[in-house]
């Protein structure tokens, strides 16, 4: 009897099997490396974003009455604790009380705000990225002073005549009805009227601009301004550096 040839017999069970092992590793095993890659690449970023972010704001201790709204909720200033689990960038307050109220991102900014101020609260520079904050002035008067980390960063103050640029200063921004006022301490400030060129604003100097004017005058600080800048900045010099 003739035996089968070699070359055409079928394969039996034991080559199918070896068929079968000998297949490209399956795809599932890429998506797994790839998850593991996305998830250890989305766990840095997390933890980029948490160095980064800045101190939140605190209220420090007032010994004034009256509240604080924020956002539309009446917040007593004596409680500073209720205050600053309140405090969020972008949240929009106004002072009702007899008294300034000091609010603090440590190491980076100091806001005072004097009673009847009403603003947007800016949201404090990163430490490495999304170093430029924004914040607006409604009506009152805000004081302000930065710290050693704002070094690099940018703070933009809107109010309805003006906007002023802060890169490392003390100063007062003043929103009243007949227009807007910057005293300058120390530092240097720039000021924009609303359809208007921008001016630099130098130490122990004040810019005005009239509500619905393109220009700007300039002349020396308020003198009631002068003192109560020199406070607010030695006053929390501690937590400012």
Same mark, same amino acid.
């Given at each position: 009897? #003739? +035996?089968?040839?070699?070359?055409?017999?079928?394969?039996?069970?034991?080559?199918? *099997?070896h068929?079968?092992? +000998?297949?490209?590793?399956?795809? $599932?095993? &890429?998506?797994? *490396?790839w998850?593991?890659?996305?998830g250890? #690449?989305?766990?840095?970023?997390i933890?980029?974003?948490?160095?980064?972010?800045p101190?939140?704001?605190?209220?420090?201790p +007032?010994?004034?009455?009256?509240?604080?709204?924020?956002n539309g909720?009446?917040?007593?200033v &004596? %409680?500073s604790?209720?205050?600053t689990?309140?405090l969020r960038?972008? @949240?929009r307050?106004?002072?009702?009380?007899?008294? %300034?109220? =000091? !609010?603090?991102?440590?190491?980076?900014?100091?806001?005072?705000?004097t009673?009847?101020?009403?603003?947007?609260?800016?949201s404090?520079?990163?430490?490495?990225?999304?170093?430029?904050?924004?914040?607006?002035?409604?009506?009152?008067?805000l $004081?302000?002073? #930065?710290?050693? &980390?704002? =070094?690099?960063? *940018? !703070?933009?103050?809107?109010t309805p %005549?003006?906007?002023?640029r802060?890169?490392?200063?003390?100063?007062s921004?003043? @929103?009243?009805?007949a227009g807007?006022?910057?005293?300058?301490?120390?530092?240097? @400030? *720039?000021?924009?009227?609303?359809r208007?060129?921008m001016t630099?604003?130098?130490?122990?100097?004040?810019c005005e601009?009239? $509500?619905?004017?393109?220009?700007? &005058?300039?002349?020396?600080?308020?003198?009631a301004?002068?003192?109560? !800048?020199l406070d607010l900045r %030695?006053?929390?010099?501690?937590?400012?550096?």
């Open positions: 009897m #003739t +035996s089968p040839n070699p070359s055409t017999a079928q394969p039996g069970p034991l080559s199918v *099997r068929a079968v092992l +000998s297949l490209p590793e399956p795809r $599932r095993t &890429h998506r797994i *490396r998850m593991v890659g996305f250890t #690449t989305a766990s840095v970023a933890v980029a974003l948490a160095l980064n972010a101190p939140r704001w605190t209220a420090l +007032s010994s004034g009455t009256g509240s604080l709204i924020v909720i009446p917040v007593p &004596h %409680d604790a209720a205050l689990r309140r960038p972008g @949240a307050v106004l002072l009702r009380g007899n008294q %300034d109220l =000091d !609010l603090v991102s440590s190491g980076l900014l100091a806001l005072q705000l009673p009847g101020t009403e603003m947007v609260l800016p404090p520079p990163g430490r490495w990225f999304g170093r430029v904050g924004r914040a607006s002035v409604n009506r009152g008067r $004081r302000l002073t #930065t710290g050693r &980390h704002f =070094d690099g960063s *940018r !703070l933009s103050i809107t %005549d003006a906007t002023v802060v890169t490392g200063t003390t100063l921004v003043i @929103a009243e009805p807007t006022c910057v005293c300058v301490l120390e530092g240097t @400030a *720039r000021v924009r009227p609303r208007g060129a630099a604003v130098s130490p122990g100097m004040r601009v009239a $509500r619905g004017e393109r220009g700007s &005058h300039e002349g020396e600080i308020r003198a301004e002068r003192p109560r !800048l %030695d006053r929390l010099k501690s937590v400012m550096n």
